[in-house]
């Protein structure tokens, strides 16, 4: 958690995608974990568009981020986790208002909160294997920022129509929960700091828990109890996806006001349908504001407690 607030409170001058890379190889090397740091040229190759479309309009390098802990015999499929890293959200061209928006460096308390479990497991060496990616960028306003209306081909061939270049951490996500699917994985978990609609509706208490596996929900739920580090879990109706419709593409990137965290969910899902999946929304708890401002480190005791849960 130490680390995960360390590198939350960065500034982003500081904490780049290139320096997320860094630190990455720090904890590989100092665990003898095999990590891969992809650049733009390796990501184009994947055809990662969505994630593409969101770093275009930054001069700071993009980084694809891949950590493995095998403390398991290869055969045992792997838990992985995924961490949004924008290293700093502006926006993009549908610009935030000016206010707070200092915050937006801790827009990548998802990549913090993965990496810090990812340094927690491999002091620990249980007996499991965890693949931790993050995928990294800025996400800035310039001639070269994908504009709202855009439509970009996902890693899946599923076309996205960006509708708001401020929904921008599903887009990053897609392209790493599609990479995820040549791991085989047991499960997967991502988490992102990823809607203002998840801190109206939880407040600053509760990390929202989406799943549609009843299993897995009840995996994280257990493990936010023994960590201290409460979630709440959140619908996934099919209803909801309605909102995702879109005229020009296979779906929009947002689906209006109404349920905003629930349909930024739904978003998600369309790319989790080979694997059991959760997803955490962090907005409302990754960080606090005002006089305590700074990173909180969760939830590092969450994804620990139920990555441990999973030891043979």
Request: glycine share 10%; proline share 5%; hydrophobic share 45%.
């Amino acid at each position: 958690m130490t680390l995960a607030r360390e590198f939350g409170n960065r500034p982003g001058n500081q904490c780049t995608p290139t320096w997320l890379g860094q630190q990455a190889k720090k904890i590989g090397k100092e665990f003898d974990l095999e990590v891969e740091v992809l650049d733009r040229k390796a990501v184009e190759k994947l055809g990662m568009g969505a994630f593409l479309a969101v770093a275009q309009g930054s001069d700071e390098p993009l980084r694809f981020i891949v950590a493995r802990y095998e403390g398991a015999p290869k055969s045992v499929p792997p838990v992985v986790l995924v961490g949004k890293g924008i290293t700093f959200d502006s926006g993009g061209i549908s610009l935030k208002p000016g206010l707070d928006m200092d915050e937006m460096k801790f827009d990548m308390g998802g990549a913090a909160s993965v990496l810090g479990t990812l340094h927690a497991i491999a002091t620990l060496k249980p007996k499991l294997n965890l693949v931790c990616i993050v995928p990294s960028c800025d996400n800035m306003p310039s001639g070269k920022a994908v504009k709202p209306g855009d439509v970009v081909t996902s890693m899946s061939g599923q076309t996205v129509e960006i509708l708001n270049t401020d929904a921008e951490g599903r887009l990053i996500l897609c392209d790493a929960l599609t990479y995820a699917e040549r791991f085989k994985p047991a499960v997967v978990v991502d988490v992102a700091t990823l809607t203002g609609a998840c801190v109206i509706a939880l407040g600053h208490h509760h990390s929202g828990l989406f799943s549609a596996d009843d299993g897995v929900a009840a995996q994280m739920l257990a493990a936010s109890r023994e960590a201290l580090d409460p979630c709440w879990r959140m619908p996934l109706d099919e209803e909801y996806d309605e909102a995702l419709k879109s005229n020009f593409a296979d779906m929009g990137n947002i689906g209006g006001r109404p349920g905003g965290a629930i349909t930024a969910a739904m978003f998600l899902r369309r790319f989790t349908a080979k694997y059991p999946w959760a997803h955490l929304d962090i907005a409302g708890t990754a960080w606090k504001s005002g006089a305590a401002k700074g990173a909180t480190g969760r939830p590092v005791g969450l994804l620990t407690h139920f990555v441990l849960a999973h030891a043979r």
